[in-house]
C-alpha cells in the first residue's frame, strides 16, 4: 500500500487532516484545526505499546529482546532490547503541547503509518509570517516516532507556503533526532527547550526570506546561481541529462504563476521558491509504480534528509549571492 497510512481490520484509516485532504484521500478530514485531544481521536492514534519478552518456539525466554506490541490490536511491530524506551502516542502530544502554554498550538495532522510502526504529528504554531504581499508562511513543528525500533525520535520545525502549498525544512534549524533508549525523558526535556527556540529561528527565516524577495535577481545571477546547484556534468550520459531534467525542472518553475506574484517576481525569493518546488516535485524515485506510489515517493523525497540539505543549501547559496 503505498501510501503506508495504517489501516484498521474495519478499514479505517489511522490519520486526520485539518481543513483538507491529503493527496491519498484516507484518513478523518476536520474543518478546524484541533487540540491535541481531538486531533489524537480523530487519528485513532488512542492506543498503547507495551514490551513484551520474546520466547522461542519452544518458550524459553531470549534474553534482553522484546516485542513491542499495540494493545488495542495485539499486533507486534517490530523487536527491541532491553534499552528500548517506549514514547505513546499521547506523550508525544502532551510533548508538543508543551511547547506553547497559552494552549495556541493547534495540530493540522496526525496518523500511524505501517500498522502504528511509524507515528507523526503536525502542530501549527499561531504567527503567519508574511514575505510578501500575497505570500504567506505557516509555523509547524513536526514530531515523529517509531514503535517497531527502527527509527529514532525526531522533532523537525517546517514552514509551509501558501500559495504554492510547499513544504520545506527550515535552513536555519538542526533536525533533533534521538534514539528511545537511556533516559528518553531527559531526552524529549532537552529537545522541549531546543523547540521553545524555533519561534526565533523561524523569524530569523522570515527576515532573510524577506530579503530575498526585496531583491532582484539578474538574468547573470540566475544562470551562476544554477550552475553552482547543478555543476556542469562533461560527459553524455544518464548523469548529464537528470542534470539538465533538473535545471529545465527550475526554470519551469520560476516561470510559472506561483512565482509571478507582483511582489516576488523576478526576485531572489521566486527563484530559491522554484529551487524548492523542483526539488518537492521532482521524478527521483518515482518511476514504477501507480500513481499513488509516485506521490508517495515524492512525499518522502521531500522529508527526507537529502532533499531538505539541498533545499537548506540552495537558501544559504541565494542569501550570499543576492548580497
Known sequence: MAHEISITTNGTAEAFFALK?????LGT?????????????AAHLDWNVSKVPLQTDEGAEVPNYFATVRRDTGACLGVVTDKYSIVQNRDAFGFLDSLLQDGLIRYESAGALRGGRTVWLLARMPSVDTIAAGDDTLRYILF???????????????????????????ATARDIGFRHTGNVKAKLDFARQYLSQFDEKFTLFRDNARLLAERKLTP????????????????????????ERRVESVRQAFRADRQQLPSIKGTWWAMFNAVT???????RGTRGGDVRTKRENKMLSTLDGQGAEFKAKAFDLALSMSS
Do not use: M, Q
Not at 485532504?21 to 484521500?25: F, L, R
Not at 476536520?30 to 486531533?39: F, I, K, V
Open 21 to 25: 485532504p491529503a493527496w491519498h484521500g
Open 29 to 41: 478530514v476536520l474543518d478546524h484545526a484541533p487540540t491535541s485531544a481531538e486531533a489524537i481521536t
Open 144 to 170: 515523529s516516532t517509531s514503535h517497531d525500533g527502527s527509527g529514532a525520535i525526531h522533532a523537525i520545525p517546517t514552514s509551509t507556503r501558501v500559495v504554492c502549498a510547499n513544504t520545506l525544512r527550515i
Open 220 to 243: 547573470e545571477g540566475s544562470r551562476e546561481y544554477i550552475a553552482k546547484l547543478f555543476p556542469e556534468v562533461t560527459d553524455d550520459g544518464r548523469a548529464k541529462s537528470i542534470r
Open 277 to 283: 518546488e523542483s526539488v518537492d516535485h521532482d521524478a
